[in-house]
């Protein structure tokens, strides 16, 4: 059984569930006044293009910093084609944070007065840190919790109270200051083996699709969460799938396992790319220089026919990158 988690500390958590090549659209730059932050703000300056079908001349006529268009940004949803992407740069991580709680916040209202539910996946690394506006004013407040239920793209195989565990990072800095059901919070069955705990949570998401609290793709028949929120790692991995390793070739299981992972802990459990890209929405969430290079070769005119994971996130709904300026610094160059 996956299991329904109180505190990390708590062994004996309570078991509450189962039962037997990126096309680009548009890229958007925003610059965003410098004013108090205690309210997240809607940018007030962008600039909007074509992306995809100009990186050509971008490299030796455009200067994004250059833009300096005085109309009003709008922060409503885009209708992208499947293989679309929207992609949003910011001028600090900061200012990212702000528009992705806003984009979580909205989605989760949407999805809570459609479906009487909101089903979030997170992973781990750095995106918790960037969801930290949505425990603060106005959302922390605003948004109904009783109506999320969350989900871990990929979780290492260890304790629940372990400093590797992605579950652990969530409740630190996400899970324990905002009042969602802790029956509402599937995490892994940690007491298992790598695989048995991979073959337990699929087990668990396939008793909650029968139950419809999580969707089902009509096209794919795998299920089809709400909102996907994925970081990306500086070779280009996502969740716990990993360039060149055969597990992103999966196309049958919902949930598989690794146990010789190439950056530790070794054992892990991970979504595999079919139920990641079943999802109504996508956000791809990336800060720092560090990550620029991949960011590049994800989005730029790459012809290499060895594809990164992350350009093998091609959802059936939207899909949107959250990138600050360092990460997108090479976009341009």
Not at 94 to 106: F, G, I
Request: hydrophobic share 40%.
């Amino acid at each position: 059984m996956c299991s329904s988690s109180a505190t990390p500390a708590d062994l004996h958590v309570h078991m509450a569930t189962s039962s037997p090549a990126l096309s680009l659209g548009t890229l958007q730059v925003f610059s965003i006044p410098s004013f108090n932050r205690s309210v997240p703000c809607i940018p007030l300056t962008s600039y909007t293009f074509p992306a995809k079908p100009l990186f050509s001349s971008l490299k030796s006529n455009i200067n994004l910093r250059k833009f300096k268009c005085r109309t009003k940004a709008s922060m409503a949803e885009t209708v992208t084609p499947k293989s679309k992407a929207k992609v949003q740069v910011f001028d600090s991580e900061e200012d990212l944070a702000v528009s992705l709680a806003k984009y979580t916040a909205d989605l989760a209202n949407k999805f809570a007065q459609e479906r009487d539910s909101f089903t979030v996946v997170s992973s781990g690394g750095s995106l918790v840190k960037s969801l930290r506006k949505l425990v603060e004013p106005p959302y922390v407040d605003s948004v109904d919790w009783s109506k999320w239920h969350v989900f871990w793209v990929d979780e290492r195989v260890v304790p629940k109270d372990h400093p590797d565990s992605n579950y652990l990072l969530a409740y630190d800095g996400f899970l324990s200051k905002v009042p969602i059901p802790t029956g509402n919070v599937y995490a892994i069955n940690d007491a298992l083996s790598a695989e048995g705990a991979a073959d337990d949570y699929e087990t668990c998401l396939k008793h909650l699709v029968k139950n419809k609290i999580i969707d089902q793709s009509e096209g794919s028949g795998f299920p089809k969460f709400d909102l996907m929120l994925l970081g990306m790692g500086p070779d280009g991995h996502v969740a716990s799938l990993f360039p060149g390793h055969p597990l992103c070739q999966e196309n049958e299981k919902w949930v598989t396992f690794i146990k010789n992972s190439p950056k530790p802990p070794p054992e892990r459990i991970s979504f595999t790319f079919p139920v990641i890209n079943s999802s109504a929405h996508v956000a791809l969430v990336v800060a720092g220089a560090g990550k620029a290079d991949v960011v590049h070769a994800a989005l730029g005119d790459d012809s290499n026919s060895d594809k990164l994971p992350v350009q093998m996130v091609s959802p059936e709904g939207e899909l949107t990158w959250f990138l600050d300026k360092g990460a997108a610094s090479k976009l341009h160059a």
